[in-house]
């Protein structure tokens, strides 16, 4: 019995002076919300611990006093306890990784609505709409947003002109070469794009398209390719060859057959490729730093990157610029969210 007490007594002791010694540490430190998270994870399990400790039924138990009706009751409780305990810890995991999401996007709000251009914002304690106001009124800002939709939607309009046939050769026809061509489809994303940069710039600068839309249109397209032709096809080879072989049948050409029957049918994938070609040429960066030289082609990534220099950060103004850059994007999603569904669904399973 007086083992029971001691553990008792000892772990209550133990989770007191865990409650008391963060409490300090949280005074005596910097007011700040990561502190403040950290006094939480340390000052909650501890509190619950003596909260345990302190019911009559553990009392009982570590003096001896406990009756068996009192031992089934217990026993029940905590069956009880652990099924909430459970659902408890499954909520706090999953608030946290939303955490991971959402922190970051409210830092990058604060920062954007407070004065001035420190990185650490104000937490929102004054509230401006001067950086937004700064950008939604540069000249350049509005340049760099105009390189990016020609870039991008050229890339995407371009991207799939080549990889639609490509897909649907693939996925229906028989020639030499098939499988090695597809093999080294796959073998080109295994290597990272820097490898490339090189050869890219030479070959752009051979061909005089430095500092032109057209010349990111073609290296973008290129890069994306074989991801695009990988994702039709695998939609294309769930399309059924019954409804082909019907309409050959009664008259269609093969090319009919494409645009009227296995096209219509395969418009979530092909939103869904146009989305990730649209997407990829708007976010890119390393190849449109290196092959524009010039402000005035600069596409978005890197007129941001140009906000943030060695001899000054204008913290607020690139908060404030990620923000609206990010807002096609999220619209994007928002409005092809069906078609996402589908085409990411459709080709998973054949069959």
């Not at 499954?90 to 004065?115: E, K, Q, T, Y």
């Not at 940069?197 to 430095?210: E, I, R, S």
Request: proline letters at 4%; glycine letters at 10%.
């Amino acid at each position: 019995m007086a083992g029971r007490r001691g553990l008792r007594d000892g772990l209550l002791l133990s989770a007191g002076a865990t409650v008391l010694l963060s409490v300090w540490a949280h005074m005596v430190g910097p007011d700040l919300w990561v502190d403040r998270w950290f006094t939480l994870w340390s000052v909650a399990p501890a509190g619950l611990v003596m909260w345990n400790l302190s019911t009559p039924v553990v009392a009982h138990w570590s003096t001896g006093r406990l009756s068996t009706a009192g031992a089934e009751v217990g026993l029940a409780r905590n069956g009880q306890l652990r099924r909430r305990v459970d659902g408890f810890l499954r909520h706090v995991a999953l608030v946290h990784a939303c955490a991971l999401v959402v922190l970051p996007l409210l830092w990058i709000l604060d920062v954007a609505l407070s004065p001035g251009n420190a990185l650490g914002g104000g937490y929102l304690d004054a509230v401006t709409g001067e950086h937004f106001q700064k950008m939604l009124t540069s000249e350049s800002f509005w340049i760099w947003t105009r390189n990016s939709v020609i870039v991008s939607v050229g890339t995407t309009l371009l991207g799939l002109a080549l990889a639609i046939p490509a897909g649907y050769a693939f996925s229906r026809f028989k020639f030499r070469g098939r499988d090695p061509a597809m093999f080294a489809f796959l073998l080109v994303q295994m290597f990272p794009g820097v490898i490339i940069l090189v050869p890219y710039f030479l070959v752009m600068k051979a061909l005089g398209l430095l500092n032109t839309s057209f010349g990111l249109i073609l290296a973008y397209s290129v890069t994306a390719l074989p991801l695009c032709v990988w994702m039709l096809k695998g939609f294309f080879d769930t399309v059924p060859r019954e409804l082909e072989e019907a309409a050959l049948m009664d008259g269609c050409s093969q090319t009919q057959v494409f645009w009227k029957i296995v096209l219509p049918l395969s418009l979530p994938a092909v939103a869904v490729t146009a989305l990730f070609s649209f997407l990829a040429a708007w976010n890119e960066f390393l190849l449109a730093l290196t092959f524009n030289t010039s402000e005035s082609m600069y596409t978005l990534p890197v007129g941001l990157a140009s906000l943030i220099s060695s001899t000054g950060q204008a913290w607020g103004d690139f908060a404030a610029a990620s923000l609206l850059v990010s807002l096609p994007v999220v619209v994007l999603f928002i409005v092809f969210q069906r078609f996402l569904i589908e085409g990411l669904s459709a080709g998973g399973v054949k069959g």
